[in-house]
């Protein structure tokens, strides 16, 4: 774990513009700075980053976040990982702290493990470009081939020499460990000698999302039929081979743009695809797809299409991880090579532009794909038809996630024709394999319960909501996320002599039943306790940072850019004002220094910060607050009334009833709202 004196030291240091604009292009404007969004395809920027909020926000696509979410975001780092690229990037030494010695020790070997990847890479490039045998061989093997050198400097390929130690002999001469070089694959021990693994080879270096070399592929290149055609990393503590999808580091941002990953098998498929402009690839090393490789290609995108060969194999090998892909919510189609060919021989044969017009034309559902075939199989025989049917059920019945009801609901309907069976009997059959999953991940829950289980969440799905719910709901987060924006902006200012705005705002809500948003009263819950511990210097950028990502999101919707200067309000003021364009080239400062004349003042008082109404717009949030709690103990006292025993029980709750609406109309009356009787 990171100590809090690293993390105080790198957020003390970072500026958004500089991390965000080694990213993004950024022009400034106003106070703001504005760039085209890296997370959409745009045009026109709406991208803006607010160095004094530390925040950004795109106004098109509505991304928005801190200096460490964008890294999260932009480059799929973990928030530990963010923090160590941000100390890196400003020389802030990085402490952690350990439960333990075997902790420690993990760590230690994890290090050692990345450290020799690296050393490896870099000496089998060298091989490959900078010796003779690896010009002659490795080089002129891949150039045949068809790769450029610009993509095989890319993706960092090399080639082992023949000679039996060359790289052992030159890692264990820069004091590498016997015992890690063994464990990395790269070494073997032969007559108790330590020997190259991978000679005569060319290798291909298998990355991690952040760029760190996991293991190594590393292909034959003479015939020989003894030798196994590809050699892979052994599984060590970073290189585990049901977590890794390669080309993913080269392929994430393209990735997100595109919003659609495409899946082929092997590493030159890859490459071929990336060397052609096809960059939103990666490959699954030929194994099954399993549930840790989908889940990553769901951090860029629902969208997949696998693309595998269209033989026998390919089309088995298509299948495989149906379930579980669609159990992860992806969105998924298959396309599959014609003629014997794959995708590095096809985008070879086609150009890219014939490469991606065969993907589009030829995307297959992946569900009625797999009917189809199984019906081919089954052919006439009833028995097996039966089968599929029960199948294909079970099947549809992993599309389980509340967003995707109605892709099942089409699906069964689209399924039923095809296989020419009545739509409700295809229903039952799809709930029944529902309810049997819910009963074995319940813990066997009795069938009798599951059943009232499914059935109880059916009619949830279909009840909905009517629009004032939404309404009211709405109103209610408005207020209480308006106490917390005041709390993170204003807290730390003077309500008066004897308190801070902050110990005001939480003296008046000492109750944790006035919110209803979880969030809003954990903040504010965090606020309190900062004051108790006398942290009376607390700053926005604690929450915009937190590393709890529910405090900092919050946070960050808070602070966001709640007002954008129209187009029209910009064009008309520059014609008052006489600047045109200017305005936008001018900081705040310098634009009221220029205005002078008395007809400006308008635009001057329309212009003032938000801060001159803190004392108004905090106490209208706080009454807002009290009505609804009054309007809650009304509700309760009518309730009271309604089931009063006795004269004097129901004369007490009117008076109370009285009192109540007496407070309710003080506080609307304070605060500007009309009640409709």
Known sequence: MITQNTIQQILGRIDIVEVIGGFVKLKKRGTNYLGLCPFHNEKTPSFTVSPSKEIYKCFGCGRS????????????????????????????EVEETFTSDEERKQLQETESLYIINSFAQQFFTRMLFETEEGRDIGLSYLKERGFREDIIKKFQLGYSPEQKDAFSKEALAKQF?????????????????????????????????????????????????????????????????????YGSYFARQAIDKADECLLVEGYTDVISLHQAGIENVVASGG????????????????????????????????????????????NVKLVLIPDNEDPDSYVNKAGAPGFIRFIQENKKDFILFQLQVALKDAGNDPNKKSEVVNQIAETISRINKAEDFTKQQDYIKQCS?????????????????????????EKKLPFEEAKSIEENAQKAAAS??????????????????????????????????????????????????????????KLINTYRKLLEDNITTIDKSYFIYHSDTTLSSLAVSLLNFPYEESERWRREYNQKAGFQDKL??????????????????????????????????????????????????????????????????????????????????????????????
């Open 65 to 92: 976040g801190n200096t460490i979410s964008f890294l999260m975001e932009h480059e799929k780092y973990s928030y530990v990982e963010s923090l160590k690229w941000l100390a890196n990037k400003y020389g802030v």
């Open 177 to 245: 460990s016997k015992v890690v070089l063994v464990k990395t694959g790269l070494t073997v021990i032969r007559n108790e000698q330590p020997v190259d693994n991978y000679r005569g080879r060319i290798i291909f270096p298998v990355h991690n999302h952040s760029g760190k070399v996991l293991g190594f592929g590393a292909r034959i290149i003479k015939s020989n039929d003894k030798a196994p055609k590809y050699i892979n990393t052994p599984e060590n503590e970073i290189y585990i081979k049901s977590k890794i999808l």
């Open 287 to 330: 194994t099954s797809l399993t549930q840790d490789q989908l889940r990553l290609i769901k951090k860029y995108t629902k969208n997949l299409t696998i693309i595998y060969d269209g033989d026998a194999a390919g089309v088995k090998a298509a299948l495989r991880g149906l379930d579980m892909a669609l159990e992860e919510g992806l």
């Open 417 to 441: 024709e095809v296989l020419k069976i009545d739509e409700s009997g295809m229903h039952a059959l799809v709930n029944k394999f529902i309810r049997n999953r819910i009963s074995t991940l």
């Open 464 to 521: 909905g909501y009517e629009d004032n719910t939404f309404t009211l709901l709405f109103k209610d987060e408005l207020q209480e996320r308006e106490i917390a924006r005041v709390l993170l902006e204003h807290g730390v200012k003077k309500w008066n002599e004897h308190q801070l705005i902050a110990e005001y705002i939480l003296s008046e809500l000492m109750e944790e039943n006035l919110f209803d948003n979880a969030n809003v009263l």
């Open 584 to 677: 936008f080239e001018q900081d705040y400062e310098d634009f009221m220094r220029t205005v002078t004349t008395e007809k400006d003042s308008s635009l001057i008082n329309f212009l003032k910060t938000e801060e001159d109404r803190t004392g108004e717009e905090i106490n209208s949030a706080l009454n807002y607050l009290k009505l609804k709690k009054i309007k809650r103990l009304l509700i309760q006292n009518q309730s009271d009334l309604e089931n009063a025993q006795t004269a004097e029980e129901s004369e007490v709750l009117q008076k109370t009833h009285l009192h109540l609406k007496q407070l309710e109309q003080e506080l609307s009356k304070r605060s500007g709202i009309v009640i409709i009787r």
